[in-house]
Antibody, heavy 121, light 109 residues
Framework: EVQLVESGGGLVQPGGSLRLSCAASGFTFSSYEMNWVRQAPGKGLEWVSYISSSGSTIYYADSVKGRFTISRDNAKNSLYLQMNSLRAEDTAVYYC??????????????WGQGTLVTVSS | SSELTQDPAVSVALGQTVRITCQGDSLRSYYASWYQQKPGQAPVLVIYGKNNRPSGIPDRFSGSSSGNTASLTITGAQAEDEADYYCNSRDSSGNHHVVFGGGTKLTVL
């Protein structure tokens, strides 16, 4: 059974840092591209970042570029999101999601349960 | 970057058919995928590609696409289908980003 379990969320002051983790199991993690998606309270889904299966290709949403860093450790079946210079508008539930597709179809077939990040003084 | 537009809210009578739409330029290049999200839960993929359902998704869910519009149709809506529905696709501007629609709140009456 595919499982994605996020951790590392919590309360942090503006300007602070936090590192999120996503532990993967039930599939060959090193073969899959992965993403982080967030959802502010009462709002819609917002894509945050993408990383290729090897980690060699990375993309960020403009809203987090330069502040967030996505990475992965395939030996540990884990995905990470290092978040620096946090702002109130980064407050959200952060989900990791497995990426599938190619050509003209791209989709996230499995999602974790999410971890809440609250940025507040 | 591209945007995807969804109606904020749609309602349907129990057992009737409802169509939820998603519009955006990126849909001329990429198929939309659709996610169902119930309160307090993570999103669940319900439709991807031309019209594919993951294992476990009831066949009352179907997808279609024409031009810059993708549609999710629920034929014979059930009470448990009440949820938020989001579309997404790859951004067609060449930056490899992903875009989500704003979501549609489906109410089953």
């Amino acid at each position: 059974e595919v499982q994605l379990v996020e951790s590392g969320g919590g309360l942090v002051q503006p300007g602070g840092s936090l590192r999120l983790s996503c532990a993967a199991s039930g599939f060959t993690f090193s073969s899959y591209e992965m993403n982080w998606v967030r959802q502010a309270p009462g709002k819609g889904l917002e894509w945050v970042s993408y990383i290729s299966s090897s980690g060699s290709t990375i993309y960020y949403a403009d809203s987090v570029k330069g502040r967030f860093t996505i990475s992965r450790d395939n030996a540990k079946n884990s995905l990470y999101l290092q978040m620096n210079s946090l702002r109130a508008e980064d407050t959200a539930v952060y989900y990791c999601a497995r990426d599938l597709g190619s050509g003209t179809q791209y989709y996230f077939d499995y999602w974790g349960q999410g971890t809440l990040v609250t940025v507040s003084s | 970057s591209s945007e995807l537009t969804q109606d904020p809210a749609v309602s349907v009578a129990l057992g009737q058919t409802v169509r939820i739409t998603c519009q955006g330029d990126s849909l001329r290049s990429y198929y939309a995928s659709w996610y169902q999200q119930k309160p307090g839960q993570a999103p669940v993929l319900v439709i991807y590609g031309k019209n594919n359902r993951p294992s476990g998704i009831p066949d009352r869910f179907s997808g279609s696409s024409s031009g810059n519009t993708a549609s999710l149709t629920i034929t014979g809506a059930q009470a448990e289908d009440e949820a938020d529905y989001y579309c997404n696709s790859r951004d067609s501007s060449g930056n490899h980003h992903v875009v989500f629609g704003g979501g549609t709140k489906l109410t089953v009456l």
